[in-house]
């Protein structure tokens, strides 16, 4: 699995500084041509990736093209995707919990069903801790896979002279 993250075509970033990864919807590209004057053409970008300090860069490559760098990613729920190597557990978010948070002056936009830590951070997800906890595992067992397929194809050196 790969530890570093191409995007934009030079910028590389540490996988596991990555928060988050959510697709650019139409109504991002609608804000982001608003708010940026130099963003001349917004619709090149297709993901946006939210990192420890929660900053986040647009990037122009799609969820796929992350997979195709050897990056396992595991879909926490509305469309957030998080690298499977950053996941460390997934425990219930109850009640409880979603009560001390409306105190806070935040608004639960979804029913959230587990807290997920990860080596970047703190998310809520919709997904319970089972389900995030088993989609990581299929998620590094699919990218090992992979990893070993590709590892077969690589090209075998010179061949030794004939005696």
Do not use: C, W
Not at 40 to 48: G, M, P, R, T, V
Not at 71 to 89: E, F, Q, S, W
Not at 108 to 119: C, D, K, N, Y
Request: zero cysteines.
């Amino acid at each position: 699995m790969s530890k570093t993250l191409k995007i934009n075509g030079a910028t590389v970033v540490p996988v596991s500084n990555i928060r988050r990864i959510r697709p650019v919807t139409e109504e991002d590209r609608a804000r982001i041509t608003e708010k940026y004057d130099q963003v001349e053409d917004a619709a090149k970008f297709q993901l946006q990736i939210e990192f420890a300090d929660k900053s986040t860069k647009l990037s122009a490559e799609s969820l796929d093209d992350v997979r195709g760098q050897g990056v396992a990613l595991v879909n926490i729920g509305n469309d957030t995707y998080v690298p499977a190597l950053n996941i460390k557990l997934a425990e219930p978010f109850t009640k409880e919990d979603a009560e001390k948070v409306k105190g806070k002056d935040y608004t639960l936009s979804h029913t959230f069903r587990s807290r997920v830590e990860t080596s970047a951070g703190t998310l809520l997800s919709t997904a319970t801790p089972d389900q995030v906890i088993t989609r990581r595992e299929k998620a590094i067992e699919s990218n090992a896979k992979t990893d070993s397929k590709t590892d077969n194809k690589k090209p075998a050196g010179p061949k030794a002279p004939a005696a």
